[in-house]
């Protein structure tokens, strides 16, 4: 007779219920291992670096100095250790000698929070909010 048929009085309450966890205690042991395989993980995941071309830095550089001479918030998609990331900023300076873009990261209401450095070789996209 199929257990599930019967009824819950008829069922013997004693069932051993096993070593659950204890048996994956082992595993536990080598943290080193867990964090190899993450990292191995982590690093199947990246990307190289993009190349842009000539015109697309033309547009990006034309889109950048517009936001600036309209004081308007940009939206950045910049590269950085083998992931693309996007920020919605307030531009504060554009440094030409440090080749790095200063600015306010906004936050989702609109208020500005930390100060943000982005190198222009990771720049990858530039638009106008």
Not at 94 to 118: H, K, N, P, Y
């Amino acid at each position: 007779m199929d257990y599930r048929d019967m009824p819950i009085d008829k069922l013997d309450s004693n069932i051993p219920r096993g070593r659950g966890m204890i048996k994956w205690a082992p595993f536990a042991t080598m943290p080193e291992q867990f964090e190899a395989v993450e990292d191995m993980i982590d690093s199947q995941t990246k990307i190289s670096r993009p190349e842009l071309s000539d015109d697309r830095l033309e547009d990006m550089d034309r889109v950048l100095k517009k936001a600036m001479n309209d004081k308007r918030n940009i939206k950045l998609e910049y590269y950085y250790d083998g992931r693309r990331f996007q920020v919605k900023l307030k531009i504060i300076k554009v440094d030409i000698w440090s080749m790095m873009l200063i600015a306010q990261q906004l936050d989702a209401g609109g208020d500005t929070d930390d100060v943000v450095f982005v190198s222009f070789m990771d720049i990858l996209d530039i638009a106008m909010l």
